[in-house]
């Protein structure tokens, strides 16, 4: 329990980012004057404060790891948000959306703005991505005959593909993919939440790649 004469620093230490900046302003291209102004109170890493989304942006795309993270959204999954955070915070190339234009984006918390979002109509055109780009598709999936993924081949450059909660990757998937991937549980529960399942593969990714 918190003393009563210490509520008010712990209030101010639950506050998020930073005030404004103070005089004189760093000279330097990549910040933004209205932030520098009244502070930057953004879900961002510290070395980014002020920085304008389009600097943060280019900045991620200078280093940003070569797998992407497919969803398919034919019933309007509520994990997309989510999953847009998690790549954001793994630093994915890209978030593809197979399916349905519309997603609920309130659990990316704004990272969709910082992370690459691609919309396919359908999973043919997925498909048709990774062929022409050489990127193998690996669905992640508790499916019978799927190899485990902390052992399992995991190319660096590579699409991991969820299927919606519930019913996992479509048949279709399943078919197009190049392998599909398990992660082992031990518990009673059929299968865990597709978001918790895409952000334990991003991890494992760069586990084995990131360095």
């Known amino acids: 329990m918190i003393a009563d004469d210490d509520t008010d620093d712990a209030h ?13 302003w ?20 510290d070395r980014f404060r002020y920085w304008r989304v389009d600097a943060i942006v280019a900045e991620l795309d200078r280093v940003r790891h070569p797998f ?8 309007r999954d509520a994990n997309i948000g989510a999953i847009v955070r998690s790549a954001n915070a793994f630093l994915a190339a890209a978030v593809h959306v197979v399916g349905r234009r519309r997603w609920n984006r ?12 691609h919309h396919h109509d359908t999973l043919a055109a997925l498909v048709q991505l990774c062929r022409a780009h050489a990127l193998p598709l690996l669905g992640v999936d508790n ?41 082992p549980q031990h518990g009673s529960t059929r299968s865990i939440n ?11 990714w760069c586990r084995r ?3």
């Not at 291209?29 to 109170?41: K, N, Q, T």
């Open 143 to 183: 499916l019978p005959g799927a190899q485990p993924l902390a052992s399992a081949p995991l190319p660096h450059a590579c699409v991991l593909l969820f299927g919606q909660e519930g019913p996992g990757l479509s048949d279709d998937a399943r078919a197009a993919c190049d392998a599909v991937l398990v992660i």
């Open 68 to 75: 992407h993270v497919a969803i398919e959204n034919w019933t």
């Open 26 to 45: 760093p000279d330097d291209a990549r910040l933004d004057p209205e932030l520098l102004a009244r502070g930057d109170r953004r879900n961002v890493a």
């Open 106 to 117: 309130r659990g990316a918390m704004m990272t969709e703005r910082y992370q690459h979002v």
């Open 209 to 211: 790649h990131a360095g």
């Open 12 to 24: 101010d230490a639950r506050i998020v980012g930073v005030g404004p900046h103070p005089q004189p």
């Open 194 to 204: 597709a978001s918790a399942a895409a952000a334990i593969a991003m991890y494992e």
